[in-house]
């Protein structure tokens, strides 16, 4: 969708390394989001920030940090990748609790 | 926020009418109905939502009961590219939370 992009779209890592995986917006909506999709659980929050430097976890945060110094974007690292990582990643962004929330086209990772 | 139940599959012939029904009886007073759908592997996508009364926008209508128990997402005259999974998902507007989304119904249009 206009206005957000996700990098990189595709990822191949290896266990145990780290990785940043990238979303940024050009649409300056306050509210962000990561989610992982995996087959058969569906969409699971890892992270989501309502501003600069306001961070709060998801139901699946382990294992994961995010960061957001800039409106624009927010980060999500994988301190040290497991395999059960591999999963696709979405960003979403919102301009705030009432209204839609707008997704990226994903990033897929795979960690072997 | 309110828990909801979608049946997982459901089919539809092309140029029909295709109604998405959604449970959600525990919804409270202050939680929104959102439609959301997912097309393949590409990025869930915003459809509508609502609170109380019916809403109608390019894309859908969403039919509320008056008890706010069940809603209907409603696309007129469904196409092939409506294939994909439908979420309905029910949330407050609390401010710090963030959409939940459940399994989906799959609806597959017929040609």
């Known amino acids: 969708d206009a206005g957000i992009t996700q990098s990189p779209r595709h990822k191949v890592t290896e266990t145990g390394t780290p990785v940043t995986l990238r979303c940024h917006q050009t649409?300056?909506?306050?509210?962000m989001y990561w989610y992982r999709q995996d087959p058969g659980h569906g969409l699971r929050l890892i992270h989501y920030s309502y501003g600069v430097k306001d961070t709060d976890k998801g139901e699946v945060s382990d294992g994961y940090s995010v960061s957001r110094s800039k409106t624009e974007d927010f980060l999500l690292t994988l301190e040290s990748a497991t395999s059960s990582q591999t999963s696709v990643y979405f960003c979403?962004?919102?301009?705030?609790?009432?209204?839609?929330?707008?997704f990226g086209s994903g990033t897929r990772l795979t960690v072997v | 926020d309110a828990k909801t139940t979608q049946p997982p599959s459901m089919d539809c012939a092309e140029g029909r009418a295709a109604n998405l029904p959604c449970n959600h009886s525990?919804?409270?007073?202050?939680?929104?109905v959102y439609w959301y759908r997912q097309i393949h592997s590409q990025g869930p996508q915003y459809i509508i939502h609502g609170l109380k009364n019916n809403e109608t926008n390019e894309m859908a209508s969403l039919i509320i009961t008056e008890d706010r128990k069940s809603s209907t997402l409603i696309l007129p005259h469904a196409t092939l590219r409506d294939t994909a999974v439908y979420y309905c998902i029910v949330r407050g507007d609390t401010g710090r939370r963030a959409l939940t989304f459940g399994s989906g119904t799959r609806l597959q249009v017929q040609p």
């Open positions: 649409e300056n909506h306050r509210y």
């Open positions: 979403a962004i919102s301009e705030g609790s009432n209204y839609g929330y707008t």
């Open positions: 525990t919804i409270s007073g202050n939680e929104y």
